[in-house]
């Protein structure tokens, strides 16, 4: 199957910055779609952002133009810039994709999680 491995999480002060990589490997003829999500204490994960295989990018209104998401098709890595965090970017962020193993069968994966604590 597909294997997604997160880094880059961390503890940060308000208005500090973070970048997260997710790097997916494993038996993958194509990647479709790449994107991010995250889940506070007692909410339910909600996608912070997505880009596609040709680069079509989309945010969650909170965090339109503080962060930013790309990918590397060639390392099947998508990263996650975080620029001016605020506590309640606090958070476990998670990386999904959805792909397929071969021609024929579709495969979606997410990983492990990654926590990220930004202080006021």
């Known amino acids: 199957q597909v294997q997604l491995v997160e880094s880059g999480g961390g503890l940060v002060q308000a208005g500090g910055s973070l970048r997260l990589s997710c790097a997916a490997s494993?038996?993958?003829?194509?990647?479709?779609?790449m994107d991010w999500y995250r889940q506070a204490p007692g909410k339910a994960r909600e996608l912070v952002a997505a880009i596609t295989s040709g680069g079509s990018t989309n945010y969650a209104d909170s965090v339109k133009g503080r962060f930013t998401i790309s990918r590397d098709n060639t390392k099947n890595t998508v990263y996650l810039q975080m620029n001016s965090l605020k506590p309640e970017d606090t958070a476990v962020y998670f990386c999904h994709a959805a792909g397929r193993i071969t021609i024929y069968r579709p495969f979606e994966s997410w990983g492990q999680g990654t926590q990220v604590t930004v202080s006021s």
């Open positions: 494993g038996r993958i003829y194509s990647i479709n779609v």
